[in-house]
């Protein structure tokens, strides 16, 4: 069933889970999410930010046909916009059915910030469409940004923040970083603070950059409050694994086989990622 990101998000922070958040650049990718959602009775999230929607998943036909896969499971799925930075494309989602729109604009000030994500929660909020904002900001794992303390997020801000602006969840830099991490690195999270934004804050939080993040980080970051976990990087590497080693073994294979290894390869591991999150088994 197809419903708001706000009703997935608020039903997680309820029962102390998280969903898995997983940015989806065509049919296979998104009907391999949506169909391991159904098999582990779990809720899923289709992530696709505005670069991808420009560059190939277009806004117009991934709306619609993530629309419809949705509807033919009985577990929930939303569909957010992952990074919205663009105030007129975040409205075409709005219009085009998405349930979900992460508004970023934590690389501005705090009351910018505050501005362009109170004027996004105003125009979604009336569509029902649920709004997660960031603030502290998560950078790039090959800058180093997950060890930047600076980008961190404050607690004290953060409440004035959800006041003021009335997100239904927030993205918090706690020590990650989007993409992937120098080889063996793992990210250290600071999971104190975590816990401080949690109770200072009473709602979902979301953790971006969960690409090679290690099944422990993650298994003590829903412990400690998140409630969505954005993966990217890993979720792509998985599919260009499965047609790489398919190929390998089986040069004459076609295209189609290769997209069909690829989707039942990453639906496998979504699974894997909703277990270790505690999402399986809650729909
Ligand atoms: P990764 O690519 O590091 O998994 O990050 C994904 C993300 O946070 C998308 O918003």
Redesign the pocket.
Known sequence: MYVSMKNILQHADKHGYAVMAM?SINMEMARAGIEAAQEERAAIII?I?MGQMKKHAHLEDMAPMVRKMAKRVDVPVALNH??GQDLAFICDCIRKGFSGIMIDASSYSLEENIRRTALVCDLAHAKGVGVEGELGH?GQ?ASMDDENLDLYTDVGQAEEFVERTGVDALAVAIGT???NYPKGKKPNMDFERLKLLKKALHMPLVL?????SGEENLRKAVECGINKV?????AFAVCKKAMEDVYRDNPGMDYMHLCMKAEERLKEYVKQYMRILGASGRY
């Open positions: 940015n992530n930010g992952d990074h998560v794992a970083a989007h993409g971006h950059g969960g690409s090679g954005n993966v990217c990087t890993d």
